[in-house]
Each structure stands twice: as C-alpha cells, then as structure tokens.
C-alpha cells in the first residue's frame, strides 16, 4: 500500500512569507507526527495529533508555527512569517494507534524548506 | 527528560567487519527503544524496535540490538557489513505513556571496500 507522501518535497520561500507543508498519512492510522531535521542532527518532535486533535504539541517553537487534521487524516504545518532559521527538512510519519503502545512510525519522505 | 547519546557521529568500517553503532539513553520510565536508518535522498526507515520483552532484538538487514538496561544502552550491530549498509543510523527512545520519539543526533557508517 502506499506510504506517507508530503508535498512539496522542496519549497524555497523568503523571509516573511507564510508557507503550508501538507502531510498524507498511511489510510487508517489514526496518529500523525511532524518533525524537524536540521542539518547534520537528528529529526526534533513538533507536535502529535491522535485523530483529529493535537495530543502534544510540545515541540512546536513558537506561536508562528501551527498544525491542523481537521477529518483525522490528511494534516497541514502552517508557518507564518518565515525566518531565515525555519530552513530544515519537515518530517511526517504516521502510526496506527499511537497512544503510547510503542507504534511504529512510518516516516514521509519529508519536505525541504529553505528560507532565503 | 528523556535523551539519546550516539558515540561517533563517524564510524568507518572495512565490508565483511563487524558493524557496531554505540547508544545510550536516559528515561525516567521503561523506554521504547528504536533505531533507524536513512539512506541517502530517502525517508526514515524503521531498522528495529525495543518495547517489551526479550531483550535481544532482531532487526532486517541483519541488524540486532540489545537492550541493557543496566548500562542504559542500546547498541546496534551486524556481524558482516555490507557495502549497501552506508547510510546514517539514528537511535531513539520513546516513553512508554508518551508517543514522540527523541532522537540522537545519528551516525554515519561508511564502509569500506
């Protein structure tokens, strides 16, 4: 079946723009994750959505950054007025059941955003 | 809080070595306990999964890990590399009340013909 996709896989946008990352998780896994990876780290929880409400959002950095699941599937990280610093690579995965029972997370090939 | 340490951000192996990748984790709960790979220009793929259970944990590609809990690690290894084994290996730990994973900052394996 296929995986979790995300579109755009590159989008490079100035400073102050407001850009949107779409993520589409594998059909029927009610829990979906955003991560961040910058260069040379390892990817950095944003925020976790168990169906259409965000059970931890945690690791969002600031109030410009924000996420929805409105029908519990497809989900959107929205970023308002981009800086120079939000240049990473945007992660979505998605589990079956999340919850803590140690699901495993299936991983998007993510989307390059670079803020010029 | 939960944290992940990888030892070498570099490790270089010959092909047909043993491949042993180092990591240690805190957690103020019985951890889950992941690696995974990305290999160039792809996606994060789970290699295996500590949750409960036996402790030694076969992976694909031929990889296993060993949970200990005494020495707070979590090692990966395979007994003979693979020039395709190349690519960057990231340890995680998750809580087990919890659902995000932290992970370490990875480790490239290059290896070596």
């Known amino acids: 079946g296929a995986g979790v996709s995300q579109t755009p896989s590159n989008k490079v946008t100035e400073k102050g723009k407001y850009v949107e990352l779409r993520c589409d998780p594998i059909?029927?896994?009610?829990?979906l994750y955003w991560y961040r990876q910058s260069l040379g780290q390892g990817p950095e929880f944003l925020i976790y959505?168990?169906?259409?409400?965000?059970?931890?959002d945690s690791g969002l950095p600031n109030d410009r950054f924000f996420a929805v699941r409105p029908e519990g599937s497809v989900s959107t990280l929205k970023i308002q007025r981009t800086e120079r610093g939000d240049s990473a690579v945007y992660l979505c995965?998605?589990?079956?059941?999340?919850?803590?029972?140690?699901?495993?997370?299936?991983f998007g090939p993510g989307t390059r955003l670079t803020v010029l | 809080a939960q944290s992940v340490t990888q030892l070498g951000s570099h490790v270089s192996v010959s092909e047909g070595a043993l491949v042993l990748l180092r990591c240690n984790y805190s957690?103020?709960?019985?951890?889950?306990l992941f690696w995974y790979v990305q290999y160039p220009n792809q996606g994060l793929q789970l290699l295996l999964k500590?949750?409960?259970?036996?402790?030694l944990v076969k992976g694909i590609n031929g990889f296993e890990a060993e949970f200990k809990k005494s020495e707070t690690s979590f090692h990966l290894t395979k007994p003979s590399a693979h020039m395709s084994d190349a690519a960057e290996y990231f340890c995680?730990?998750?809580?087990?009340?919890?659902?995000?994973?932290?992970f370490g900052k990875g480790t490239r394996l290059h290896i070596l013909p």
């Open positions: 995965a998605s589990s079956l059941m999340g919850q803590g029972a140690g699901d495993t997370q299936y």
């Open positions: 059909s029927g896994h009610t829990a």
């Open positions: 959505f168990q169906g259409t409400g965000a059970a931890d």
């Open positions: 957690s103020s709960v019985p951890p889950y």
């Open positions: 500590y949750t409960t259970g036996a402790t």
């Open positions: 995680a730990v998750s809580e087990t009340r919890d659902d995000k994973i932290i």
